[in-house]
């Protein structure tokens, strides 16, 4: 399993580079199964532009983590719309976790885009899910607290 979330997550970021504006976090957040607690790790996303729907923009994102309960993983496909030109997007997403099993994952989102303000493309975000175990896998409310760079090609 570790070697496909690797494989996705390669595969995530050859795709961003081809497709443009690639973002890197680094999270730190919390995970609600007892053996859990604190969590920090990365995140990998990257503005679709495959395929666009009519507004917003599509967010594949890949998160890799660690924490008392271990290796963490998650895939998801995530819709943030723009509030006006603020740098603001708000949004939520659907995908797969992995925490000692599989897990249905769903998560609302927030994201705030520096470079308008500092000139820098910094990323400030937060996130919260609920992930829904399946065969022993743990379910759990989880939460993220993410800065990052947004790189634009």
């Known amino acids: 399993m570790k070697r496909l979330l690797v494989l996705v997550f390669l ?5 961003a580079m081809a497709a443009g504006n690639f973002s890197v976090s680094g999270s730190i957040g919390y995970a609600s199964a007892p053996a859990n607690g604190l ?3 990365i995140e990998a996303t ?20 660690y ?13 943030l719309f723009p ?3 603020t740098g603001l997007g708000l949004g939520g997403g659907v995908g797969l976790r992995y925490n ?8 609302g989102d ?15 975000g937060a996130d919260v899910g609920y992930a829904y175990g399946f065969g022993g896998a743990p379910q759990e409310v989880v939460t993220h607290f993410k800065v990052g760079y947004c790189f634009e090609f």
């Open 39 to 41: 969590v920090g790790g």
């Open 11 to 15: 595969l995530v970021g050859m795709t």
């Open 100 to 107: 000692s099993g599989i897990q249905a994952y769903l998560r």
């Open 110 to 124: 927030v994201m705030f885009r520096m470079d308008r303000y500092i000139g820098v493309p910094v990323v400030l």
């Open 83 to 85: 509030m006006g030109k």
């Open 46 to 65: 990257w503005d679709c532009q495959l395929y666009q729907p009519g507004k917003g923009r599509l967010r594949p994102t890949i998160d890799i983590e």
């Open 67 to 79: 924490g008392k309960g271990g290796f963490q993983a998650a895939a998801l496909m995530r819709h």
